[in-house]
């Protein structure tokens, strides 16, 4: 049984940060890609950014030059740090995580609001 447990959501003045975890634990063998997607009511998922095992990284859109997304193998856990906050952020961010078979997890989701 997999389970991701996300937090570091909350409400932020804009230009404000945040750091989200996401921990992995259970029954995932030889984690690979992890990232962090982000879903705003009436929207489609999106990607935010997302980590190899070798610790190669992807950025979408907005989220590139402001966060920085990093991972901690022994631990089993993905981060996102977020700076300058802007409005169009919020939404609910999701941790993704592949095992070695290709198989997806995917968080609870944490809400992220950025007010002006």
């Known amino acids: 049984q997999v389970q991701l447990v996300e937090s570091g959501g909350g409400s932020v003045q804009a230009g404000g940060s945040l750091r989200l975890s996401c921990a992995a634990s259970?029954?995932?063998?030889?984690?690979?890609?992890m990232g962090w997607y982000r879903q705003a009511p009436g929207q489609q998922r999106d990607l935010v950014a997302l980590?190899?095992?070798?610790?190669?990284?992807v950025y979408k859109g907005s989220a590139k030059g402001r966060f920085t997304i990093s991972r901690d193998n022994a631990k089993n856990m993905v981060y996102l740090q977020m700076n300058t906050l802007k409005p169009e952020d919020t939404a609910v961010y999701y941790c993704?995580?592949?095992?070695?078979?290709?198989?997806?997890?995917w968080g609870q989701g944490t809400q992220v609001t950025v007010s002006s």
């Open positions: 993704k995580v592949e095992n070695g078979f290709g198989r997806a997890y």
């Open positions: 259970g029954s995932i063998f030889s984690i690979d890609d």
């Open positions: 980590i190899t095992s070798g610790g190669g990284t």
